[in-house]
């Protein structure tokens, strides 16, 4: 099936370095979501966006949504321990109970 | 975010044996749910979709007579894996979407491995 691009595939960073992550598409989506999941678990929801242009906060994280509907970034400030995990991108073609079209995945890593 | 519940977290199943694997949103009603599966290091992978009452999507390449999608109320899904052989081991994650009131997330189960031996 088919996958969004994600980069970088993984990140190796030190504690309160800032990150930053991207998601591209050859096709629109009119939803983007960024998910973390961490070892052995589902992942979960950090961030949604439902705009083209719409930039969103959640704490330390910030999305946004490209104008042309073909990707999205999210940028994590002042990593701490706990952001340790993978890191996916998430499309939806329409708005409602719409398929879910996930990115390759960045996982990322904090050096003591 | 609304829970839901995915059961067993993890199963170990003989060759040949079927394995059925529940998915439960606890706090809201799901009219669709999703199950993927994830192989180690991989993305998730879109295996169908399923909403209440009525015969399951599957993906290109998903065997349905494999694995059998029920969807009988508003609050649980199931999969079961039939025959279950040594490349079916992985990581199986539901999800499940609500009524059109509330946002258009997704929310996962906490996932299921399967190892089969």
């Known amino acids: 099936g088919q996958q969004l691009n994600q980069s970088p595939q993984s990140m190796f960073i030190q504690e309160g370095e800032d990150v930053s992550m991207n998601c591209t598409s050859s096709?629109?989506?009119?939803?983007w979501l960024w998910y973390k999941q961490d070892p052995g678990e589902g992942p979960v929801l950090l961030i949604a966006?439902?705009?083209?242009?719409e930039l969103t906060s959640n704490g330390r994280l910030t999305a946004q949504f490209g104008i042309t509907r073909k990707d999205s970034f999210l940028n994590i400030s002042a990593s701490i321990p706990s952001d340790v995990g993978i890191y996916f991108c998430a499309g939806q073609v329409n708005f409602g109970n719409e398929k879910l079209t996930f990115g390759t995945g960045t996982r990322l890593t904090i050096i003591p | 975010g609304a829970v839901v519940s995915q059961h067993p977290s993890w199963v170990i199943c003989k060759s040949g044996t079927s394995v059925k694997i529940e998915c439960r949103s606890l706090d809201f009603q799901a009219t669709t749910m999703f199950w993927y599966r994830q192989f180690p290091k991989q993305s998730l992978m879109l295996m169908a979709t399923s909403n209440e009452g009525s015969k399951a999507t599957y993906e290109q390449g998903v065997e349905k007579d494999k694995f059998l999608i029920n969807h009988a109320s508003l609050t649980l899904s199931t999969l079961t894996v039939t025959s279950a052989h040594p490349e079916d081991s992985s990581f199986y994650i539901c999800?499940?979407?609500?009524?059109?009131?509330?946002?258009?997330?997704?929310?996962f189960g906490q996932g299921t491995r399967l190892t089969v031996v």
């Open positions: 966006l439902y705009k083209a242009g």
């Open positions: 096709s629109i989506f009119n939803t």
């Open positions: 999800s499940a979407s609500g009524l059109q009131e509330l946002n258009t997330e997704a929310f």
